[in-house]
């Protein structure tokens, strides 16, 4: 079957209840997504092919789906969609810090397909713009180093530091512009160009961020919260 939005592979369904997964499938397939469905990661066999999203059920242990995701973000940067069927203030907040790229509580098919939509719609359209002169060479500061090639950013131990799309796209847009503070707007415009009311906040992914490149999460040296305005990269910056 012909797939939606011109994305290759398929969308994967992790969900413990049968009846779940059967309208959500079908409702995929009549709306030309490819699925496969299974109940548990046991059931999930190796085909050599990464699906274009994951659409997963929160298990009733937090930390087996924690535990998952972390898996999932090791390996990938493939978007996973949270599903739950309670709500809980404290579970969305943990699987997006973690990377979960959205999280829903108890939804409808139609939900989930408007949101696996939107999705898959940002990654296909280019983060940034930029002219070609610019995507060779790279930046340093504070002893790391962003290589703009390769998307490879590099700590103080020469040990590389993995980094998600929007990640790298966060951090040059910091890169750009050090020691100017930045609005969330602004951030928001350089990390996505389709904005939609399912979008998750920009300072959950300026705090994962954070996580991957400052010592003292307390006391952050590199990205500084401006009070009223937003956010401003810190160090000096050199272009290589």
Known sequence: MKQDVGSTGYILIINHDPAMRQTVGRYFSDHNFLTSCVSD???????????????????????????????????????????????????????????????????????????????????????????????????????????????????????????????????????DAPGRPLAREQLLRATRIHEDIFDRSIDVQVLRLRRKLEAEMDAPQMIRTERGIGYVFALPVERY
């Open 41 to 175: 990661w046991s059931e999930l066999k190796a085909t050599g092919a990464l699906p274009s999203l994951i659409i997963m059920d929160q298990p009733l242990g937090l930390n087996a789906g924690l535990d998952r995701l972390r898996s999932i973000r090791s390996e990938s940067d493939v978007p996973v969609i949270i599903t739950s069927h309670r709500a809980d203030d404290v579970d969305p907040i943990v699987n997006l810090e973690l990377g979960a790229d959205d999280y829903i509580v108890r939804p409808s098919p139609r939900e989930l397909l408007a949101r696996t939509r939107a999705i898959l719609r940002r990654r296909q359209i280019p983060r940034l713009v930029r002219s070609p002169d610019r995507e060779g060479g790279g930046y340093r500061f504070g002893g790391w180093r962003l290589e703009r090639r390769s998307r490879r950013l590099v700590d103080p131990n020469e040990k590389s530091v993995p980094l998600s799309k929007g990640e790298y796209a966060l951090l040059l847009a910091f890169l």
